[in-house]
């Protein structure tokens, strides 16, 4: 029996052809994971992140076409996709798109033919994507305040979402607000979650599962009225 070395879901290291006996099983994630490695461009931990993502925001939002904001690759946009055949399109929008974004798209469309023509690619910033009530906006790890404008323009098209933030500001003033209690980045995302229940919205926090990265927090919120209200 072979024995396989340490494998960290946190690596930065891209999964490739050597790491596909890692992925074994005919579930969806193993066989997802299987088209990321032959693929060869994706970080490792961005498999795990967008899964854990996906499969969370899923549990609680159906349907609705999917925005996935700082995309980079665009993984849990076609992840989301694969987990809901319900939603008709997705979007995977980036200031600046991965050359090899494309690779992992064809990988994928050809693993799920059903996915051919209902992931679109757009370069442009966040502000700049019009967005709807129906849609479900998620976004891993938009960096650093970036964060808070995925939750600004969903919040004001009342869009749901689903976002796992990273890189805080610890200089800002909703990292000092609870400073005596809690680190500068737990007090930054509470800041976040209060924002988004003062706007309207039922909230859920989560964490992703443990291993994959330090910041594992996970706001989903659906506003309370419109085409989805909770």
């Known amino acids: 029996m ?15 052809p050597h790491d596909l006996e890692r ?25 795990y992140e967008g899964w854990e993502v996906a499969r969370r925001a899923r549990r609680l939002f ?28 997705a979007i995977a929008a980036d200031p600046s798109l991965p050359p090899s974004a494309s690779k992992l798209h064809d990988a994928l469309r050809a693993q799920w033919p059903r996915l051919d023509g209902r992931v679109h ?16 906006v998620v976004s891993a790890h938009a960096c650093g305040a970036l964060t808070d404008v995925v939750l600004a323009c969903a919040s004001a098209a009342r869009a749901r979402v689903a976002v796992l933030p990273c890189c805080h500001h610890l200089d800002s003033d909703d990292a000092r607000k ?9 007090s930054i995302d509470i800041a976040r979650a209060q924002r988004l229940e003062r706007e309207g919205y039922r909230l859920w926090t989560q964490s992703i599962a443990p291993g994959i990265t330090p910041k594992a927090r996970l706001l989903l919120g659906q506003p309370l009225h419109g085409p989805h209200g909770a």
């Open 62 to 89: 159906r349907g609705g076409r999917v925005i996935d904001l700082a995309a980079g690759h665009g993984l849990l946009a076609h992840v989301m996709l694969l987990l809901d055949d319900t939603s008709a399109s």
């Open 2 to 16: 072979t024995v396989l070395p340490i494998f960290s879901h946190a690596s930065t290291a891209r999964l490739t």
């Open 23 to 47: 992925f074994p099983g005919e579930g969806l994630f193993d066989r997802i994971a299987r088209v990321v490695c032959e693929a060869g461009c994706l970080p490792r931990k961005e498999l």
């Open 121 to 136: 690619f757009i370069e442009k910033g966040i502000e700049d994507i019009e967005l709807t009530p129906e849609d479900v």
């Open 178 to 186: 609870l400073a005596g209690w809690v680190d500068g980045s737990l």
